[in-house]
C-alpha cells in the first residue's frame, strides 16, 4: 500500500519491487527470524534457516520537485497474516535512504528498503501484507 501526502499532490511514490524473503525453512521448534537489509545482505538466527537466493528487498523511487527536501515515514511494525489465519511480524524496517532526503535535480530519488521477519512456531504458509509507506515535503 502506497500513501501520498494530499496537500502536496506533486509527489508520488513508485514502487518497483516488493520485499520478499522467498521460501524460509523454520528448521526447529521455537522462534526464529529472517533479516534483509536494504543493501540486500540477509542473516537468519534462532529456527529460521538463512533466506535463499530468491530473497529480495523492496525498492522504490520518489517523484516530485527538483531539489525539494522529503520526508518518508516507513512503519516500524506490521502483522503479515495467511489465509490460514496464521500471523507472523515484519519489524525493524530501515532503508538506505540519507538522513535528510532530497529529491535530484530529475525530481527523483530511489531507495532500498528492509527488515526482519519474526516467526515463531508452527508458521507454515503464505504471508501477506501491506507496508504502507508514507511521503511528503517538510
Known amino acids: 500500500m502506497v500513501t501520498v501526502d494530499q496537500s502536496a499532490k506533486d509527489v508520488a511514490l513508485e514502487i518497483e519491487s516488493s520485499i520478499d524473503f522467498g521460501r524460509l525453512v523454520v528448521a526447529a521448534v521455537g522462534e526464529g527470524s529472517a533479516t534483509l537489509r536494504p543493501d540486500g545482505s540477509a542473516t537468519a538466527s534462532g529456527s529460521v534457516a538463512e533466506p535463499g537466493s530468491r530473497a529480495m528487498v523492496g525498492s522504490a523511487v520518489i517523484h516530485g520537485q527538483p531539489g525539494k527536501a522529503v520526508r518518508v515515514i516507513l512503519p516500524a ?15 525493524e524496517v530501515a532503508s538506505d ?41 517538510p
Open 77 to 91: 511494525r506490521i502483522v503479515l497474516t495467511a489465509v490460514t489465519g496464521g500471523e507472523i511480524v515484519f519489524e
Open 97 to 137: 535512504l540519507p538522513s535528510q532526503p532530497r529529491l535530484d535535480s530529475a525530481g527523483r530519488l530511489a531507495f532500498r528498503f528492509g527488515g526482519r521477519l519474526r516467526v515463531s512456531g508452527d508458521a507454515e504458509g503464505q504471508y501477506r501484507g501491506d507496508l504502507p509507506i508514507l511521503v511528503e515535503y
